[in-house]
């Protein structure tokens, strides 16, 4: 089991920066790969990002290459979303998710374990 709770979220202006925190407990934290996805008004969930369990690999979504980074640190099970160069078009409810199983993945069916979500909104 895990359980995930993010924090972070906050409303901000175009250009600005953010750091998602997402807290992790459970003994199997430390086998899983993890990934950020987040969810606009009036429509699905999408991903964002993702980091395998040892963090020697990322993955992101092409709108964010550049100016969002995932990170982990398994020592105080914490997962993080640096976002910066933040636009209109990131605000969403921010979901940081678990997947029991070392690799990345981009699939949102793939991860067996969900925050409760924290939401950004970036205003212009």
């Known amino acids: 089991q895990v359980q995930l709770v993010e924090s972070g979220g906050g409303l901000v202006q175009v250009g600005d920066s953010l750091r998602l925190s997402c807290a992790a407990s459970?003994?199997?934290?430390?086998?899983?790969?993890m990934g950020w996805f987040r969810q606009a008004p009036g429509k699905e969930r999408e991903f964002v990002a993702t980091?395998?369990?040892?963090?020697?690999?990322?993955y992101y979504v092409d709108s964010v290459k550049g100016r969002f980074t995932i990170s982990r640190d398994n020592a105080k099970n914490m997962v993080y979303l640096q976002m910066n160069s933040l636009k209109p078009e990131d605000t969403a409810n921010y979901y940081c998710?678990?997947?029991?199983?070392?690799?990345?993945?981009?699939?949102?069916?793939?991860?067996?374990?969900w925050g409760q979500g924290t939401q950004v909104t970036v205003s212009s």
């Open positions: 998710a678990a997947r029991v199983l070392a690799t990345t993945s981009t699939k949102e069916w793939e991860y067996g374990y």
């Open positions: 459970g003994r199997a934290f430390s086998r899983c790969a």
């Open positions: 980091i395998s369990w040892s963090g020697s690999t990322t």
